[in-house]
């Protein structure tokens, strides 16, 4: 091979390998590869990053130890690429935290490197949390306020519904309040009226009768009055006396419920006569015997006045001795 040929293949060769070392390098910087860097790069799969930009810090512990370095898009979450000084060393449970570095201002990534023991490789992938903040609050708060407006138009249309509904029901009602005014009306010029008028009639009869009979009731109410009058003073005169009769009534029937005690006492002779069957039995017998006497000596009086010797002197005369 001829010397300028060789040159021009060497030439070639340099020229191979730059473009080589040239995209390697950029895959390297589009993958944010370093080799010539002191830290460790790392991904965080969160399901939101709202505020978190390239370039906030990423702590340990409080304190500074990287940099938040790009963002991939996932489908249903988000992954960063944070950079981590090569003295901290991750584990397989490392987690992390998107909070507020100060009340109002940026965030920061919290890593906690874990405890497991097993050393988390570089570019390996752990769990991270969004802690939110002042401005997630204000989004919520906002989401509240548009879910309360619509809730407040929800209840206005519920109002309007309602009110709608209780005027139907309200015509309704008055409508039948006034087909039952009619009925009454109708009622009452059938049935009541009448009555009314007949009430009116005998009213006026009445007071037609006393203002014709009005001297003779004037008459009764004043004979009524004499008579009340006469029943005081004859009250007042005999008042002792009828104190006396009211006593005498009292003794009497004081008298009478011990007559009926004693009726009602069983070691009594009247209550022995009241209560005894066979004082009642004996006179029962009494009766009927005299009774037998009494019908014999009617049927046959000669059997007891035969021996009976009687006589009669009819003209005064008599034995002389």
């Known amino acids: 091979m001829r010397p300028e040929e060789r040159k021009q293949e060497i030439i070639v060769g340099i020229f191979v390998l730059i473009i080589i070392a040239a995209m390697v390098l950029g895959i390297m910087w589009g993958k944010k590869y370093d080799l010539f860097s002191s830290r460790g790069y790392y991904t965080v799969r969160v399901a939101r990053a709202s505020g978190l930009e390239e370039g906030d810090p990423v702590t340990v512990s409080g304190v500074p130890k990287g940099v938040v370095d790009d963002f991939i898009v996932q489908k249903d979450s988000v992954d960063i690429i944070i950079g981590v000084d090569k003295d901290i060393v991750l584990y397989s449970d490392a987690s992390a935290i998107i909070s507020n570095q100060e009340l109002l201002g940026s965030k920061k990534v919290e890593v906690n490197p874990g405890r497991s023991g097993v ?26 306020s548009t879910d309360f407006q619509t809730l407040l138009g929800n209840f206005n249309k519920t109002l309007r519904l309602l009110n709608q509904a209780m005027e139907e029901d309200v015509q309704a009602s008055l409508h039948t309040i006034h087909q039952t005014a009619k009925l009454i009306d109708s009622l009452m010029a059938a049935d009541i009226q009448p009555g009314l008028k007949s009430m009116k009639g005998a009213l006026q009869q009445t007071e037609e009768m006393v203002n014709t009979r009005r001297g003779d009731i004037e008459s009764i109410v004043d004979n009524l009055k004499a008579v009340s009058s006469t ?63 009494v019908k014999e000596i009617k049927e046959n009086p000669k059997k007891y006045l035969e021996h009976v010797n009687v006589k009669v002197d009819m003209f005064g005369g008599g034995d002389k001795k």
């Open 231 to 293: 029943l005081n003073v004859i009250v007042d005169e005999n008042k002792g006396k009828l104190t006396e009769s009211l006593e005498n009534l009292d003794k009497v029937g004081k008298d009478l419920s011990k007559l009926s005690d004693r009726l009602q006492d069983p070691n009594t002779s009247l209550g022995k006569l009241t209560t005894s069957d066979s004082l009642y039995q004996k006179i029962d017998s009494i009766s009927a015997n005299i009774n037998a006497i």
């Open 119 to 144: 050393q988390l490789p570089e570019h390996g992938m752990f769990r991270g949390n969004f802690a939110g903040g002042l401005e997630d609050i204000f989004e919520t708060t906002g989401a509240i």
